[in-house]
C-alpha cells in the first residue's frame, strides 16, 4: 500500500511539472489537494509523509472519523464537499480551514454567526456550477458577480477564489470550456473590486483532467483515485446531490 502511494504521487507530480511545462508556468503556481473521501487516516499519512500537506474532505461524518489521527499531522483540511447549514458547527469542530463549496446565502449566514459567536474568520471559494448539471450544486457562471457582491458583505468570510467540478468526460472539448468559465467568472468578480474578495485561487481539475485545468490557470488540483487507487463508486457518485451518500 505504501509502495504504490508513493509511486502514484510520483506520477502525478510528473504529470502536474509536464502540464506546466507545456503551459509556461511555475509548478509553484498549482498545489495539489489529495482528495481523501473514503480514504482512511492511515493512508493519507503515507501520502503526507512524502510532504504532500493540502487535504480536503467531502463529508463531514468523515473529517469527524479521521480527525484524531489527522489532528497530529502537519496538514491543511479543506472541505469541498456539499455543506449542510445545520453541519457548520459540527465541521468548524475539526480544525478545517477552508471551505470550498460555499453555493448559497443561507449557509454563508450560518457560517458568519457562528464565527461571530466565536470570535473567529474562514477561508471560502466561491462554488460555480461551471457544468449546468442539475447533479451538482453551485452557482451558475452568469450568477457569480452578483453571488460575490452579497457574500462579499459577510466579514467574517475570506472570500479566496472560486471551485468548481468539471463536466465529467474524457472529451477535452466539453471539458476545458467548464474550465473558462471559472477563469472568466474569476475575472469579472476581480473587476468589481469588492472589499473582503481576493481571486487569488481557482480550484478545479482531477485525475482525469488536471493536464487541461492546468493549462486555463488552476492554482489548486484535487486528486485522489488517481493517488490513493479505485473507490467502490466513481467520481460523478459522490459529487451528486442526488445520492444518498
Keep these: 500500500m505504501q509502495e504504490d502511494i508513493i509511486h502514484n504521487l510520483a506520477i502525478i507530480e510528473k504529470r502536474i511539472q509536464d502540464a506546466c511545462n507545456k503551459a509556461n508556468r511555475d509548478r509553484e503556481e498549482v498545489k495539489l489537494l489529495l482528495a481523501t473521501k473514503t480514504v482512511s487516516a492511515d493512508r493519507i499519512k503515507i501520502a503526507v509523509e512524502q510532504g504532500y500537506h493540502l487535504i480536503a474532505e467531502n463529508k463531514v461524518q468523515e473529517v469527524k472519523e479521521k480527525h484524531q489521527v489527522l489532528s497530529e499531522l502537519p496538514i491543511e483540511q479543506h472541505f469541498i464537499g456539499h455543506l449542510q447549514t445545520n453541519k457548520v458547527k459540527d465541521i468548524m469542530k475539526y480544525g478545517i480551514s477552508c471551505i470550498q463549496s460555499l453555493d448559497r446565502v443561507s449557509l454563508a449566514e450560518k457560517l458568519q454567526q457562528y464565527l461571530e459567536r466565536n470570535d473567529r474568520t474562514i477561508d471560502v471559494f466561491l462554488q460555480v456550477n461551471t457544468s449546468d448539471e442539475n447533479s451538482k450544486f453551485g452557482i451558475a457562471p452568469s450568477e457569480a458577480r452578483n453571488f460575490a457582491r452579497e457574500i462579499a458583505q459577510f466579514d467574517r468570510l475570506n472570500i479566496k477564489g ?25 475575472s469579472q468578480i476581480e473587476e468589481l473590486g469588492l472589499p473582503n474578495v481576493v481571486m487569488q485561487e481557482l480550484s478545479m481539475g482531477m485525475s482525469q483532467d488536471l493536464e487541461i485545468a492546468i493549462d486555463e490557470g488552476a492554482t489548486i488540483i484535487r486528486v485522489g483515485t488517481a493517488i490513493f487507487g479505485q473507490r467502490i463508486y466513481p467520481d460523478s457518485y459522490y459529487w451528486n446531490e442526488n445520492s444518498n451518500n
Aim: net charge positive; aromatic share 8%; charged share 25%.
Design 162 to 186: 472560486l471551485m468548481t467540478i468539471g463536466l465529467f468526460s474524457a472529451d477535452e472539448s466539453l471539458v476545458r470550456p467548464c474550465f473558462k468559465r471559472l477563469r472568466t467568472a474569476q
